[in-house]
């Protein structure tokens, strides 16, 4: 079962919880492309690094991002009603 998630809470409580399978869609996975691409990279200090609303990283500690860069693998879809991103708990 998929859990969609349309908030930073709502994801990191998917986190914390070890959902399997995490869905994004809308405007909150736009926002989240920014650490997608990030995941190719470096992720220490990946907070530091980007631009993202301060509401979010309030929500997404450091520790919530580096399990969700370590733990899940991500996929992104886009067509034409948005951006999707899947996360995969691997």
């Given amino acids: 079962m998929k859990n969609v998630v349309a908030n930073p809470v709502e994801l990191r409580d998917a986190v914390r919880c070890e959902k399997k399978n995490i869905s994004l869609t809308g405007g909150f996975a736009k926002m989240m492309q920014v650490i997608y ?50 996360y995969m708990k691997v």
């Fill in 37 to 86: 691409k990030g995941q190719k990279v470096d992720n220490n200090n990946l907070l530091e690094k980007i631009d993202m609303p301060t509401f979010m990283k309030l929500a997404l500690d450091p520790k919530t991002i580096n399990t969700l860069m370590t733990t899940y693998q991500v996929a992104m879809k886009e067509d034409a009603q948005g951006i999707k991103l899947e």
